[in-house]
T-cell receptor, first 115, second 118 residues
Framework: AQTVTQSQPEMSVQEAETVTLSCTYD???????LFWYKQPPSRQMILVIR??????QNATENRFSVNFQKAAKSFSLKISDSQLGDTAMYFC????????????FGQGTRLTINP | GAGVSQSPRYKVAKRGQDVALRCDPI?????LFWYQQALGQGPEFLTY????????KSGLPSDRFFAERPEGSVSTLKIQRTQQEDSAVYLC????????????????FGPGTRLTVL
């Protein structure tokens, strides 16, 4: 079974700063996907970034990038030049490639960007 | 195009009542998922459909929970004899799931139905 752990319940930074959200996971699978989802106060979950475990190169999407450390089973999200609209709950999630299609989520990190 | 929609957005039920939650996935999406999100927690998987077939219902917490997708599009999650511990936001997600195309397994979420059981 896959498990995902986010150890930072809340974080707060000033606008334009860089912030890193931590995530560790455990799986017995050799291939899997990892995701970061954003859930703003309106509650609609939005995909921020995804990483295929077989790819060594870290995924990037504009101001969002990940630091994927497969051996350490770590998958952190870095948000550069943070904006007020980045305020949200952020969830780390994993999914098997071949088996179950379900997403397994961490507990979430509440990120607040202050003006 | 339209995203995933869910109705009602809010539902208040008295303990013991039956409720039905509806999900309209993105048109053409093959896969549909239901998740339960307790207050302050991450979503937890309930069940998964591929077209009309329910391929995984391992997350349904009890036999009071039942889901269906009879025509492979709209899905309904039914909870019988609701209990206070059923209070949560119920999220629906869909994905295109075309295995020939990269990224088509991305799950798109609806806004959720907040269920409060009194």
């Amino acid at each position: 079974a896959q498990t995902v752990t986010q150890s930072q319940p809340e974080m707060s930074v000033q606008e334009a700063e860089t912030v890193t959200l931590s995530c560790t996971y455990d799986t017995s699978e050799s291939n899997y996907y990892l995701f970061w989802y954003k859930q703003p106060p309106s509650r609609q979950m939005i995909l921020v970034i995804r990483q295929e475990a077989y790819k060594q190169q870290n995924a990037t999407e504009n101001r969002f990038s990940v630091n994927f450390q497969k051996a350490a089973k770590s998958f952190s999200l870095k948000i550069s030049d943070s904006q007020l609209g980045d305020t949200a709950m952020y969830f780390c999630a994993s999914r098997e490639v071949q088996g179950a299609q379900k997403l397994v989520f961490g507990q979430g990190t509440r990120l607040t960007i202050n003006p | 195009g339209a995203g995933v929609s869910q109705s009602p957005r809010y539902k208040v039920a008295k303990r013991g009542q039956d409720v039905a939650l509806r999900c309209d996935p993105i048109s053409g999406h093959v896969s549909l998922f239901w998740y339960q999100q307790a207050l302050g927690q991450g979503p937890e998987f309930l069940t998964y459909f591929q077209n009309e077939a329910q391929l995984d219902k391992s997350g349904l917490p009890s036999d009071r929970f039942f889901a269906e997708r009879p025509e492979g599009s709209v899905s309904t999650l039914k909870i019988q004899r609701t209990q206070q511990e059923d209070s949560a936001v119920y999220l629906c997600a869909s994905s295109l799931e075309n295995r020939g195309l990269a990224g088509t397994d991305t799950q798109y979420f609806g806004p959720g139905t907040r269920l409060t059981v009194l």
